[in-house]
C-alpha cells in the first residue's frame, strides 16, 4: 500500500531526508524535475525534441520544480516558455537557484544567437498570461504545465490566479497536454472536496507519496492520469509518517493471490467454504449473482440459502458447481425469525457467510433473523444490502476471531450510523465507525474505502463508473465472501488477514470491472461482466510485468 501523507508530514520528510540523510534540497528539487521530464517525455511516445512547452510557475518550490523542469526539457530539444508569476526577487531557496539559472540562461542564448534561436528557452516575470509575447498563442503550445502552488496552498486561489486557471480551461478544448507537478494548482492537497477555481490535468506527477488530492475525489478527479514518483527519501521515512492513509496497490493483490494460491494437495474444503444467505420473493436475483460471483472468485464449496419459495428459481440459475439450501419463510417470501437456527447450525460447517443481499427487510421477523445471526454467529460474516438495513442503526461489535465485514454504500452507511445529515468527510467517519465497532467497513463509492479497528483507511484506486448498475453490490459481495473464504480456508480468521484479504478483493473486482468497461463500455457493462472479467483481472496481476 502506498501511504498518504498530508502536506505538512511531506514536508517532515523533506526537512528529515536533508537534515538526516545528508541529501540537499536542491538535489531533491532536481530529482523531481528530472522525474517529471521523464514521465512526460514517455507521454509524448519517447522524445520532447521539437515540442513546444509553456510552464507557469508560482513563486514557491512548486514553481522552482517547474523552473528545473524547463531547463531540462530544453537540454531535449523542447522549446520552453517559462512564466514566473511574479519576481525572481521576490522567490527564495531552491526555487531562487534554478529562477536564476533560467536567467542566465535565456541572456547568454539570445545574447550568442543574437536573434531567438531554434530551440528556445524563454523566461520571463510578468503578473499575468495576458502578458504573452509577441505573436504567440495556445495554438503554438503542446504541453502546458501548471507549477504554481502545488501542495502550498491551502486558501482559494486569488482573483489573478482565479483568472488564469478559468483561461486555462481552453487549452484542453484546443487538444493541449496539460500537466500538473506535484497536485493541480487550486486545489488544496490535504482535502477532498474543492475549495475554489484549480486546474483540470491530464496528467499529474506527485513526487514522493500522494496526496489526498491526488487519489480521493472529487479533487482526484482533476489529476487525470497520476504518476507518484520517488526523489530520493528514504522509504523509512515515509513509513514512520503518522498518516494511516493508503492507497491500494497491485502489489497487494499479489501477494494474497500468492499466500491462497493453488496447491497440489488442495481440496475444495482447503478452498474454502462459503454460505450465502440471500433473496426473497421479489429479489431472487440477488441471490443468483452473489452465488456466482462467489464461486467465480474461487471458494472451494459455495452455498446458498434461500427461502423455500425461491429455491427453484435460484437452482435453475445459479452454476452447476453452487448448492442450494432452502429455509423457512414469511408470507412474503423472506427468511424468517425460525430459520435462525437452522442457518446457525450449517453456518457452523463454513469457513464464512455471507448475509443480506435481495433479503428485503420489511418484516420484523427478517429484521429479527438477522440480528440474532450475526450476534450468535460462529464465523466471520459479511454483512451487506438489507442485512444492514436490518441492523440499523449498528450497534453491534466485531472480534478478532469472528470478524464482521460491512459493506455499506452512503446511503446505507447514513442509515447504520443513524443520521441523515451529508457525510463530507468519508474517510474520518469510515474510520471512526470502525474503530467504534471493531469492524472491517467496506464504504462503497466512486473511490471504495476499507477502514479496519487498528485507524487504518485504504483507498481503492480500481473500478469506474460502471459499476453503478443494478447486481453490482451484490456481485461485489460475492467476490468478497470468496476471497475470504479461500484465506479462512488455511488460516485462523483474525482482523490481520481479513483488511488485506478484503483489500485483495476490492482492487481484483474493481480491475475487472475495468476490463469489462474497455470491452463494453461503462455505460453497458453489467454485473455479471465484471464477474467474467475475475480471470482476465487476476491473470493480469499475477503476470509479473
Known sequence: MQKVLTAEQMREVDRLTTERYGIPSILLMENAAHTAARVITEKLGGSVAGKSFLILCG????????????????????????????????????????????????FYEISKYGRIPDSLLFFVEVDDIESWKKGKTFYDIDVVVDALFGTGLNKPVTSKFKNLIKQSGKFGSIDKLVVSIDVPSGLNSDFAYLIGENFRSDLTVAFTAPKLA???????????????????????????????????????????????????????????????????????????LAANACFAAGAGMVSVGVPKSVQEIVATKILDEIITRAFSETKNGAFAKSAVKDVLELSGKMNVIALGCGLTSDDESTRSFVREVVENRKTPVVIDADGLNALAPFDLEGSSNLPLILTPHIGEFQRILGTNEEIKDRIKMAREFSQKHKVILVLKGERSLIAAPSGEVVINPTGNAGISRAGSGDTLTG???????????????????????????????????????????????????????????????????
Not at 60 to 84: E, F, K, M, P, S
Not at 483 to 496: I, S
Not at 509 to 527: Q, T, V
Open 214 to 288: 491526488n487519489v480521493f475525489p472529487p479533487a482526484s478527479n482533476f489529476n487525470g492520469e497520476l504518476h507518484v514518483a520517488n526523489i530520493g527519501s528514504p522509504q523509512e521515512l515515509i513509513d514512520n509518517s503518522p498518516s494511516q492513509t493508503f492507497v491500494a496497490e497491485k502489489k497487494d493483490a499479489r501477494v494474497w493471490l500468492n499466500k491462497t494460491q493453488v496447491k497440489t494437495d488442495s481440496y475444495k474444503k482447503t478452498r474454502g467454504t462459503a454460505l450465502l444467505i440471500a433473496g426473497s420473493k421479489s429479489y431472487s436475483g440477488a441471490a443468483i
Open 59 to 106: 513563486k514557491g518550490n512548486n514553481g522552482g520544480d517547474g523552473a528545473a523542469l524547463g531547463r531540462i526539457l530544453w537540454t531535449q530539444g523542447a522549446n520552453v516558455d517559462i512564466y514566473l508569476l511574479g519576481k525572481v526577487k521576490e522567490t527564495k531557496g531552491d526555487a531562487r537557484t534554478n529562477y536564476e539559472i533560467l536567467s542566465r540562461i535565456e
Open 479 to 545: 467476490i468478497i465472501t470468496g476471497f475470504l473464504a479461500q484465506t479462512y480456508g488455511t488460516q485462523k480468521p483474525n482482523l490481520e488477514n481479513t483488511f488485506e484479504t478484503v483489500i485483495a478483493a476490492l482492487y481484483v473486482a474493481g480491475l475487472a470491472g475495468d476490463i469489462a468497461a474497455k470491452k463494453l463500455s461503462d455505460r453497458l457493462m453489467s454485473a455479471s461482466d465484471i464477474r467474467g472479467c475475475l480471470n482476465e483481472a487476476i491473470k493480469s496481476i499475477t503476470n509479473y510485468e
